[in-house]
């Protein structure tokens, strides 16, 4: 697509900067020039095709963190995967993925699936076979034997096996790696949530053997141990993070420091229904839960949007519920949008092409209609979604 994209609103940095009457150049999958629509224009010359949203803004697509594209989001969520074949898998993983592009979202990264179907999905939308947000995908997360998320084909035990499961996603062609530190809920009959799965040096083979491919690690941790073992291992990011001991919360003022001196970012996985999980779960304790996140962003924790989407009741359609969870814990408006663009893209590594309206990045563009800045609602008003400069609506997509 080559066009000029204009709007009353461009943001055009942290904190909620922004331009009046903005535009971005798109061409060939790249911003060619951002700023005020005059200039934009001025550079683009009278022959380019003019797209222009007065009432709305124009700013960066979303960047969801967490997701699980081989998960349907339904009531058991684990049995449809198991039941289904990776043909059969496949074109469900497809449709989630457009829904998640129609909403917003540009990138993602995907935390697990089963036989390398997300890199498969990864590589097809960038060759432009089907609709999507660019994907990041993690492949086949290691686990225990039994453990969390076994189903999907990553138990390993012992040194060895742990380097060579890391060695057989890298050879995959996965953008990261991702290993289950402590168990986790959807995973009948396997550890709780709070009981550790690896030994801390068990973790640091996992990222020493990441590193030797480039590959970041993703840690899912849930209980104090596994984060304490994740953060001595030196992980690139903690999910979920909610500091359970076996018999209730165990915060542990340390581990935050370390955390926030790392470098560490923290991924809470706040899932759309975090209100309906609040319900179910307990008021009380649920808000102990949030303020756990609240502090820990209070005390320099960089922290993550994303969804969980693919277990219950985590849509693949609704990011703007799960951004309000940390409106919830008290970030304005204008720092949740950083959230979700500058500030996920410097996380992931990929500040350097997406994540800003620049010439330069990547065509990763949102047009809304109102103004988001001020109310994140606006968000949920999606006129036009461009990932890598491809629009979702045919009938915008030029050769």
């Avoid at 040096?201 to 020493?208: A, F, N, S, Y």
Wanted: net charge negative; charged share 20%; aromatic share 6%.
């Amino acid at each position: 697509m080559q066009a000029v994209l204009s709007a009353g609103r461009m943001v055009t940095g942290s904190g909620g900067r922004e331009t009046a009457d903005g535009a971005v150049f798109v061409d060939k999958g790249v911003i060619a020039a951002a700023g005020p629509r005059a200039a934009v224009e001025s550079q683009a010359g009278p022959a380019v095709p003019r797209l222009a949203f007065p009432e709305g803004t124009l700013l960066p697509g979303l960047i969801d963190t967490h997701v699980h594209l081989a998960l349907d989001a339904g009531p058991d969520p684990v049995k449809t995967l198991q039941d289904a074949t990776d043909t059969e898998l496949y074109p469900g993983m497809a449709e989630r993925a457009r829904r998640l592009l129609a909403t917003g979202v540009t990138t993602v990264r995907d935390l697990g699936d089963r036989g390398g179907l997300a890199v498969r999905l990864r590589d097809e939308i960038a060759g432009r076979l089907l609709p999507g947000p660019r994907i990041l995908a993690a492949g086949t997360p290691l686990t225990g034997p039994g453990g969390h998320c076994w189903f999907l084909g990553g138990e390993v035990e012992g040194a060895e096996a742990i380097r060579a499961a890391v060695r057989r996603n890298a050879g995959s062609g996965v953008d990261l790696i991702k290993v289950m530190a402590t168990g986790g809920g959807i995973t009948k009959g396997g550890p709780p949530v709070w009981q550790a799965q690896f030994t801390t040096q068990e973790l640091r083979i996992v990222v020493e053997e990441a590193k030797r491919f480039g590959l970041p690690v993703a840690a899912h941790a849930h209980g104090t141990e596994g984060i304490a073992a994740a953060v001595a291992a030196g992980v690139d990011t903690i999910e979920h993070c909610t500091w359970m001991g076996r018999d209730g919360f165990d915060v542990r003022e340390d581990l935050v420091a370390a955390i926030a001196a790392q470098g560490i970012a923290v991924g809470p996985a706040a899932s759309p229904d975090w209100r309906g999980f609040a319900e179910r779960f307990g008021r009380e304790r649920a808000e102990e839960m949030f303020d756990r996140i609240r502090w820990m962003a209070q005390r320099g924790v960089r922290l993550l949007p994303g969804t969980d989407a693919g277990v219950s009741r985590a849509v693949f359609d609704d990011f703007v519920s799960s951004l309000e969870f940390f409106e919830h814990i008290g970030l304005t408006p204008a720092g949740i949008i950083d959230l979700a663009t500058t500030g996920a893209a410097q996380a992931l590594g990929i500040s350097h092409d997406t994540g800003r309206l620049a010439a330069g990045y990547r065509a990763d563009v949102l047009v809304v209609d109102g103004n988001p800045l001020s109310d994140l609602r606006a968000l949920r008003s999606v006129r036009l979604v461009l990932a890598g400069g491809h629009p979702l609506d045919p009938e915008l997509r030029r050769p």
